[in-house]
């Protein structure tokens, strides 16, 4: 799981808040225009939302090792 956290926040590791991955899909899960996530609301939805994330992570680890990212 943080692997995949750490490949998803390249370019973006001190400031997550702005990568355009994890803006999106923020944006698409919550309906939160990617435009108003600033560091406090990401943080924020974050850990509201850890539980999904967490699952979002755990996916992306599954997806990642059956067709190899």
Known sequence: MIRRLWKLTKGYRVAPWKSPYLRWRLETYLGIPADAIG???????????????RRYLDWADRMAARYGG
């Open 39 to 53: 560091p406090a609301e990401f943080f924020r939805l974050l850990w509201r939302h850890r539980r999904a994330f």
